[in-house]
């Protein structure tokens, strides 16, 4: 078990908020830093010695420096005694069917779908208008998501039948972002969704990572 010395660079993003969502569920106090992307605060000498690729989030534990919100939440979900109804597997079957989630969701709901749908749209001064491909990144994020429904059929408490994981974090963030952006959510992935968001840790982080709003979403 872990403790002390934690601080979360980033807040404001889906990204952001998995890494708050993780430390919430799990109780830890952290500090942070609220810069957001975009504002010239992931350009810093100081940011950039910590993530040469100028993305937030970023962990620091001690001297040990994290990117990527998947590596970041998967490192806090073993660096602790897990909480109860908490799920983090210890065998090598387990974790392959955690990773077959958290693959899916990181490559074909945000790299494939959700990314690009940012980037071709509201960064599209940056990345190039391209509506062609940002109308199949949203077909195929939907169609991924009928894809989940059809390996859980009917009502579902968490993605793997163990309790709630990491891959509910990405997943539920996931789809924060892609409703909207008005992309069609099955239903019984929506009341998934509503579900996870009344979670007190849930909420807390939304109110750390969103400081200004009200419990809706997002960005990146
Ligand atoms: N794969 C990374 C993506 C991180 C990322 O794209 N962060 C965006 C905000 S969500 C960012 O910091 N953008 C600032 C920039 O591109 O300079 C992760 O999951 O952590």
Not at 123 to 148: H, M, N, Q, T, W
Request: aromatic share 10%.
């Amino acid at each position: 078990m872990s403790n002390g010395d934690f601080t979360v660079w980033g807040i404001g993003t889906t990204r952001t908020m998995r890494v708050h969502w993780m430390l919430m569920e799990l109780g830890v106090n952290y500090a942070f830093h609220a810069i957001q992307p975009r504002t010239g605060e992931t350009m810093t000498d100081e940011f950039l010695r910590l993530n040469p690729k100028h993305k937030i989030p970023v962990l620091q534990h001690g001297s040990h420096v994290l990117t990527e919100s998947a590596a970041i939440i998967t490192y806090l979900s073993e660096a602790f005694e897990t909480p109860a109804g908490f799920y983090v597997p210890n065998d090598s079957l387990g974790r392959s069917r955690l990773n077959e989630w958290c693959s899916f969701i990181m490559m074909e709901l945000d790299a494939v779908s959700l990314y690009v749908i940012r980037r071709h749209g509201d960064l599209s001064d940056i990345y190039g208008e391209a509506p062609r491909a940002v109308a199949s990144a949203k077909e195929y994020f939907a169609d991924s998501a009928g894809a989940v429904m059809k390996k859980l059929p009917g009502r579902f408490g968490y993605l793997m039948p163990e309790g709630m994981s990491v891959a509910d974090i990405l997943m539920v963030t996931c789809l924060d972002y892609a409703g909207a952006r008005g992309i069609a959510i099955p239903h019984p992935l929506l009341e998934y969704q509503r579900r996870q968001i009344q979670r007190p840790g849930y909420r807390r982080a939304f109110e750390r990572n969103y400081p200004e709003r009200h419990l809706q979403t997002d960005q990146t």
